[in-house]
């Protein structure tokens, strides 16, 4: 489930984000009564089994099954300020013409492995959802081959330029070329070039240090930034 509005007093409407990666309206009659059977769906993240009847438009809720509670994630604050970020990365670009199963199985991926928290990493995580979502925002970057004379060496990667759109090695660092670039650090790039690259479904872990992901994940806003320019609200959540 995406997000939720009241419709009546007792009835709630829900969006909820389907394998396909289509986002499906329901209509949840007595969602707000006390005894609702959709009470688990009242706070926080939650995959679930949704049963429901739609021709067209909004659907009907019927019932549903609670798949992941995602405890580590609703029952923290701080997790559940980077749920909300990633939440956010996703949805905003989710619309009707250009749907694909991959944002709800990177959304779930990033969610199972923010919820093992002792495990992954909660930037790097975000981070790389930031990183794989990149072409749905429109943003094209090269942290795979120097800009200058195409050295995929990534001992000598050291800063991103904005000017070249790119990496540029160390070799090719002067002056001129390092005019609009940012020192990143090449284990900064190595694992921003692996969270781009890399196949979702062999990703089973972020086990990076907390400050190499803190720094990832700037690496990744500054991307944005720069290239996007969206607001996320959840962002100024994030420590
Ligand atoms: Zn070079």
């Known amino acids: 489930m995406i997000r939720q509005t009241n419709y009546s007093e007792s009835s709630r409407i829900i969006t909820i984000l389907n394998e396909e990666?289509?986002?499906?309206?329901?209509?949840?009659?007595?969602?707000?009564?006390?005894?609702?059977?959709?009470i688990?769906?009242?706070?926080?993240?939650?995959?679930?089994l949704f049963t429901y009847n739609r021709f067209k438009g909004i659907g009907t809720l019927n019932e549903v099954d609670v798949i992941s509670h995602f405890k580590g994630i609703n029952e923290d604050f701080e997790m559940f300020a980077y749920g909300s970020y990633i939440m956010e990365y996703v949805t905003k670009i989710l619309n009707d013409e250009d749907v694909t199963p991959k944002d709800y199985e990177l959304l779930m991926k990033a969610f199972k492995l923010l919820e093992k928290k002792d495990e992954n990493e909660k930037n790097a995580t975000t981070a790389m959802v930031a990183a794989k979502l990149m072409p749905r925002y429109g943003i094209e970057i090269n942290v795979d081959e120097c800009a200058l004379c195409g050295s995929r060496e990534y001992n000598v990667f050291s800063h991103y330029s904005f000017k070249y759109h790119s990496v540029v090695c160390d070799h090719c660092l002067d002056e001129e070329t390092l005019e609009r670039s940012v020192h990143i650090g090449n284990r900064i790039i190595y694992l921003a070039a692996y969270m781009k690259n890399a196949r979702l479904d062999l990703i089973n872990s972020i086990n990076v240090a907390p400050e190499n992901g803190r720094k990832l994940l700037k690496f990744t806003e500054l991307i944005y930034d720069e290239y996007a320019g969206v607001y996320f609200k959840a962002r100024r959540l994030i420590t």
């Open 21 to 38: 990666g289509v986002m499906v309206p329901l209509m949840a009659r007595g969602f707000n009564k006390p005894k609702s059977s959709f």
């Open 40 to 48: 688990v769906l009242r706070q926080g993240f939650k995959e679930a």
